[in-house]
């Protein structure tokens, strides 16, 4: 069983959202569960209103599903503090760690980054603006420079996640081009993820 936690220091930076689509991902080479440990509920919201294609547990409920399960996504609150933030990463194969390009949120990533230390983690770029904006790559370039291990996949910022949210389904069951690049975007994280767990 591979374990992957969502987690940061900042809310509102895509955690839920990614969760989710990561669990989409993975439900597609195995089973998965995931695990909506935040308060505010957003991936039971999000099952509740339509069909995902994997199961979506609170974390009370969780050790009755994840028996035999291959993978599991866990969303956890946003701004766990550092000793919390440290046993998280020792409880999962790989810690992913959503950050929008922003100098509000660079400082954060970096104090994350070195309350890690050498855990097994990478920062997400997430809500990134659609070309041809560079945010997304200068700031993923400035956490390189700052020693934090970054993922090369970036999530940019469209409105289908809203859409998707609504009905309650993963982007990729909307039939746009636009969803549709936004999926491929997460097809891309995920194999980089499955590069990172091997």
């Known amino acids: 069983m591979k374990i992957l936690t969502v987690t940061g220091y900042k809310g509102g930076v895509g955690k839920s959202t990614t969760a989710i689509h990561l ?3 993975f439900s597609d080479k195995g089973k998965t569960v995931l695990v909506d440990g935040d308060p505010n509920r957003t991936a039971l919201g999000w099952a509740g209103r339509g069909e995902l294609p994997f199961t979506v547990s609170d974390e009370r409920q969780a050790m009755r599903v994840i028996s035999g399960s291959d993978y599991v996504v866990i969303d956890t609150p946003a701004r766990p503090n550092s000793d ?3 046993e998280l990463a020792k409880g999962c194969d790989l810690l992913v760690l959503p950050t ?3 100098i509000l949120s660079l400082q954060p990533m970096l104090e994350t980054a070195r309350d ?5 983690y990478r920062a997400l770029l997430t809500i990134v603006p659609p070309l041809p904006s560079r945010e997304g790559e200068v700031m993923r370039d400035d956490l390189k420079a700052g ?12 409105l289908s996640f809203p859409k998707a949210a609504l009905k309650g389904v993963p982007i990729r069951a909307l039939k746009d081009a636009i969803a549709k690049a936004a999926w491929i975007e997460y097809q891309a994280l995920g194999n980089e993820i499955m590069e990172v767990m091997k």
């Open 100 to 102: 929008a390009p922003d």
């Open 84 to 86: 919390d933030l440290k």
């Open 147 to 158: 020693g934090v291990p970054v993922f090369e996949t970036m999530i940019r910022r469209t």
């Open 23 to 25: 669990a989409t991902y």
């Open 116 to 120: 890690l230390e050498d855990a097994n």
